[in-house]
T-cell receptor, first 112, second 111 residues
Framework: QQQVKQSPQSLIVQKGGISIINCAYE??????FPWYQQFPGKGPALLIA?????SEKKEGRFTISFNKSAKQFSLHIMDSQPGDSATYFC???????????FGAGTQVVVTP | EAQVTQNPRYLITVTGKKLTVTCSQN?????MSWYRQDPGLGLRQIYY???????DKGDVPEGYKVSRKEKRNFPLILESPSPNQTSLYFC??????????FGEGSRLTVL
């Protein structure tokens, strides 16, 4: 039973468009919310992360929006590029527990 | 170069034949963990270790064992593999907080 629910399962976006991936969680003890990017044949790599004391974090074309009251967070990829085509995972963890919970993943395809 | 190294990267074995997947990190990280990745299910945590000699179950520990005798190594042991353990396995490490660094993965097939 997944504690972090991720949607959509897949999405196709045109080059230059915006990709939006959503995640929802139940456990209010989570205190670290990272997003990972995975290319075929590779391990996941950290893309961007946020802690619940801020509502938004931006790094280049990637932005996390965090809504603590709704227990939701999302990844926005602005000006999507073909090189962004990958699988994206959201995750949540309580640092003191050490148990990572990952979403099921979203396969993003950016068409030229 | 900072990295998490897993071996073997690919393995085909038969039901019941014990196997070990090794994991080593060179970043002096306290925390290490194992995951399996299956289509539609994402990454599920098998075991984790907050520091040496301390291990805890993740969400799917059945059929797996681990040990953390030294800081850099965290092997995953399948005592009697079954076909439902066919999967892509990842080892990862981190400091007590912050970024989780993943290995390249080990693709295991159990016939």
């Amino acid at each position: 039973q997944q504690q972090v629910k991720q949607s959509p399962q897949s999405l196709i976006v045109q080059k230059g468009g915006i990709s939006i991936i959503n995640c929802a969680y139940e456990n209010t003890a989570f205190d670290y919310f990272p997003w990972y990017q995975q290319f075929p044949g590779k391990g996941p790599a950290l893309l961007i992360a946020i802690r619940p004391d801020v509502s938004e974090k931006k790094e280049g074309r990637f932005t996390i929006s965090f809504n603590k009251s709704a227990k939701q967070f999302s990844l926005h990829i602005m000006d999507s590029q073909p090189g962004d085509s990958a699988t994206y995972f959201c995750a949540a963890i309580t640092d003191s527990w050490g148990k990572f919970q990952f979403g099921a993943g979203t396969q993003v395809v950016v068409t030229p | 170069e900072a990295q998490v190294t897993q071996n073997p990267r690919y393995l085909i074995t038969v039901t019941g034949k014990k196997l070990t997947v090794t994991c080593s990190q060179n970043m002096n990280h306290e925390y290490m963990s194992w995951y399996r990745q299956d289509p539609g299910l994402g990454l599920r945590q098998i075991y984790y270790s907050m520091n040496v000699e301390v291990t805890d179950k993740g969400d799917v520990p059945e059929g797996y064992k681990v040990s953390r005798k030294e800081k850099r190594n965290f092997p995953l042991i399948l005592e009697s593999p079954s076909p439902n353990q066919t999967s892509l396995y990842f080892c990862a490490s981190r400091e007590y907080t912050g970024e989780l660094f993943f290995g390249e993965g080990s693709r295991l097939t159990v016939l």
